[in-house]
């Protein structure tokens, strides 16, 4: 990614209450929406906006909270409720609508909350590993086991510390896999060392699980997208999600982890014209 790009600060839609939303857009034509995912902002997406502005008007956010008008959002709750309803104000404030929405990890929950509670404001939804835990019927909802528990707190220590490098390639790595922070550009490093002050409150904000009931409730086409490479919890998510949505359809890009997008932003982006062309107005 080159962060050149993306300068900032870039444009801002003020929302009801003052609070603003950056987001850089590319192109025109239907409106896709791009929800980032942890540590991440508008930045995380460039390679879908640079190969897909040909076709369609490509709008990335930021969260609130996130870089680069995180300090506009002192004082404000770190909650997915809110970034959820953040977008439909967004999209209002834009004037545009309804999006094809796609969200990445934690982008992934908001987004999929975003199209339960302002279905008229989604056109499509493509959740790529989303994040957030899975309630089966007639189980018991499966806790975060103590050592994932302890290697988050382990990471948010590191970074209050002021050891921010280490503990964010002990976080990033445990949900990509082994190495991929040492691997990594220095534009995505950059990117989430911008972003390393939202980790403590993202894990005190504990992510609804995904139900049969609520899912069944999404009424728009749904596009499922999981890393070949990727961690376990993300295909759990994506099977159940896919056995109950009403209209969706999955797919796997060979080779990658959760950051398929980036790893294989060409097979990525095809998958997400191929869906949206067969959706459009």
């Not at 049969?212 to 728009?220: G, L, M, S």
């Not at 759990?236 to 009403?246: G, I």
Request: charged share 15%; hydrophobic share 45%; proline share 8%.
């Amino acid at each position: 990614m080159n962060p050149a790009a993306f300068p900032a600060p870039g444009a801002f839609i003020e929302l009801p209450g003052g609070l603003p939303v950056p987001y850089v857009e590319r192109g025109e034509g239907e409106l896709l929406l791009f929800v980032h995912g942890s540590l991440c902002d508008y930045r995380y997406w460039q390679p879908q906006l640079a190969g897909l502005a040909r076709q369609y008007r490509c709008v990335s956010v930021s969260l609130t909270h996130y870089w680069p008008a995180a300090d506009a959002a002192r004082g404000q709750p770190f909650s997915w409720r809110q970034h959820a309803d953040e977008l439909a104000a967004f999209v209002e404030a834009l004037g545009a609508g309804p999006a094809h929405v796609i969200g990445h990890s934690r982008g992934g929950l908001v987004s999929f909350q975003f199209a339960l509670r302002h279905p008229q404001h989604v056109r499509t939804l493509t959740l790529a590993d989303p994040g957030g835990p899975v309630q089966q019927p007639g189980q018991r909802l499966a806790t975060l086991p103590e050592t994932v528990n302890a290697l988050r707190a382990r990471a948010v220590a590191l970074i209050e510390s002021g050891q921010v490098d280490a503990g964010l390639e002990l976080f990033v790595d445990s949900v990509s896999r082994p190495g991929f922070w040492a691997k990594s550009t220095h534009a995505f490093r950059r990117m989430a060392t911008d972003n390393a002050h939202t980790l403590g409150p993202q894990f005190q904000d504990s992510l609804p699980a995904y139900t049969r009931e609520q899912a069944a409730e999404v009424q728009c086409p749904v596009l499922l997208i999981d890393g070949e490479l990727s961690p376990e919890v993300f295909h759990r998510a994506v099977t159940a999600l896919e056995a109950w949505l009403p209209d969706a359809r999955r797919a796997t890009v060979a080779g990658a982890s959760h950051g398929m997008n980036l790893a294989r932003p060409a097979a990525f982006n095809e998958l997400i014209d191929r869906f949206v062309s067969g959706h459009a107005r």
